[in-house]
């Protein structure tokens, strides 16, 4: 049994306790349905599992999500949902599967909500709120592998949260002039946006402020929130968030949804799911079994070049209109402020590290862009030649290009309003900052045990999302230093340690050559698909 699911169980034993006392667990009445959550404790009030969307089946499939169905009685919000079809990136020959408590499933398309509450489950009113989207390369992740109960207590119980999930893969992210035709494109990325649609109509109804809405992601969950920046050339109606945070900003080469390279993808699921000789193609993917599609999900990711991702969002003509970082470039921007935090070696897990004595990074530019001519690719070369070993070269270039520099171009388009941070505890890799805000991701504590840093480096999120501003903090007492805007001088806030194991935060300033390695990749977007 999962931890995740052991804590699930832990917290529903708690909410049978409060019952047996006299106290009823809290219904919520959304209109289409009532939901029972239960109570902590700790006194934070969850409901895991709320439908916002109707089941993406049958004909539903590659579809935009639809408004849920009404349903009678009292549904049981009180254990993890199902969670969406999961696959890998580009992985050679390993398998990526793993074996999971949670079923996996197409009729994925819940929300889990935490709020603080008393022992009965009711809610404060006007709480901020943070919408939640889960990582995972537009590949993998689930809503529950998170704990919202973790960010309301960094909060001094000042928030409500909501963790969302939404479409993955083939199943999200199928893009072809015939999905065009007949169907939807980024069906993901519009599962995501009825989510948020959802919260603004309902938070009210958990004690949230439908105005003062953050959305944070991280990884594919931040390269989310960066979609959402830009869609519909940054004039989203009715507004969504009043703010974004992004964990390590991840945008992958991002083609129009025709592109040679989609449609080819697109042929051979065609062809795998025996639909080539079909009157109507999309016909047939949609009578095609799940689970034979999810099988083609999984052989389409795991033969894509190494730390690649196949199946990701494209440019579809209408939500998002162009390339996001041409609309960064412009200033076409949703959100009235933005917090940015990368992790200073985001690149090593995407690279294969076991390739020292056949690495190069003018080769590998060639490999990761493959609009990229020799002309581009030496010009990568004598950009990254002064970094170190080849090996290190392509690291740093796979980090930079798909995480590091999109969020460069997120805090230039964002200006006054923007404040950027690093995670440097060693190793520093893409992810490694998930436990100090989310502890209950893991059964063990994160490798730099120290609730100092770790209350500093959580508030900074909680902080930003109650007051749009990190220096206004929760806890007065952190010993984060005043934060300038990044655009004050390049400002950073750094977030590290010792080597005696003590914590360091203090703010830096950006290096001016990374800045210029990242004005070539934006020079490159045409190319690089960004």
């Known amino acids: ?39 902590t404790a700790a006194n934070i009030t969850q409901f895991l599992g709320i439908r916002y969307a109707a089941s993406p089946l049958n004909d539903l499939r590659f579809r935009a999500p639809q408004p849920p169905s009404k349903v009678a009685g009292v549904q049981q919000a009180t254990v993890p949902p199902n969670q969406c079809f999961q696959t890998s990136k580009g992985l050679s020959s390993t398998n990526p599967l793993e074996v999971r408590d949670i079923i996996e499933t197409e009729d994925c398309l819940f929300l889990n909500v935490y709020y603080p509450s008393d022992g009965a489950g009711t809610p404060a009113k006007g709480l901020p709120v ?35 999930q939404y479409r993955l893969g083939l199943f999200g992210f199928l893009s072809s002039e015939k999905v065009k035709q007949d169907g939807d494109l980024n069906v993901g990325l519009l599962d995501q946006d009825l989510a948020l649609r959802w919260t603004n109509k309902h938070i009210f109804r958990f004690g949230g402020d439908p105005s ?16 959402h920046i830009v869609a519909n050339d940054g004039r989203t109606e009715s507004q969504l968030f009043r703010a974004a945070m992004t964990s390590s900003t991840f945008l992958p080469s991002q083609y129009h949804y025709n592109d ?10 065609v062809e795998q799911s025996n639909c080539t000789f079909a009157t109507d193609a999309m016909a047939c993917l949609r009578s095609t079994d799940a689970d034979s599609l999810q099988a083609i999900n999984i052989a389409i990711n795991n033969g894509a070049f ?17 390339r996001p970082t041409l609309s960064l470039l412009q200033g076409k921007v949703n959100g009235g402020a933005l917090l940015s935090v990368t992790n200073t070696f985001e690149g090593v897990k995407f690279v294969d590290q076991t390739t020292a004595d056949t690495a190069n990074a003018t080769a590998y530019a060639l490999e990761l862009f493959p609009d990229f ?43 006054a309003r923007a404040f950027k941070g690093e995670f440097a505890i060693p190793p520093g890799l893409h992810a490694d900052d998930l436990p100090y805000y989310f502890p209950s991701i893991s059964t063990t504590p994160p490798p730099f045990n120290n609730p100092t840093f770790i209350d500093a480096f959580a508030q900074t999120f909680t902080s930003f999302a109650i007051a749009l501003d990190p220096n206004v903090k929760v806890d007065p007492t952190t010993i984060t230093p005043p934060w300038q805007r990044w655009e004050v001088e390049h400002t950073e806030m750094l977030f590290n340690k010792t080597v005696d194991g003590l914590p360091v935060v203090r703010p830096f300033r950006t290096d001016d050559a990374l800045l210029a390695r990242c004005q070539f990749w934006a020079s490159q977007g045409a190319l690089t698909a960004q």
């Open 130 to 164: 943070i919408i939640f989207i889960h990582g995972g390369g537009y590949l993998a992740g689930h809503a529950s592998a998170t704990d919202g109960a973790d960010l309301i207590n960094q909060s001094n119980r000042g928030l409500v949260v909501v963790i969302i």
């Open 212 to 227: 003062k809405v953050t959305i944070w992601g991280q990884s594919a969950g931040a390269g989310s929130v960066l979609q």
């Open 260 to 269: 040679p390279i989609r449609e080819l993808t697109f042929s051979k699921i």
């Open 373 to 415: 001519g020799p002309p581009q690719a030496d010009k990568v070369g004598a950009f990254y030649a002064g970094l170190g070993a080849q090996l290190f070269q392509e690291t740093a270039l796979m980090g930079e290009s798909i995480f590091i520099c999109p969020t460069y171009l997120l805090l230039r388009a964002f200006g």
């Open 306 to 322: 190494f730390g690649t991702y196949t199946l990701v969002p494209v440019v579809d003509g209408s939500y998002i209109t162009q």
């Open 1 to 39: 049994m999962s931890f995740r699911l052991q804590l699930t169980r832990i917290f529903l034993v708690a909410a049978l306790t409060f019952s047996a006392l006299g106290q009823e667990a809290p219904i919520v009445d959304l209109g289409y349905a009532r939901y029972q959550g239960t109570v």
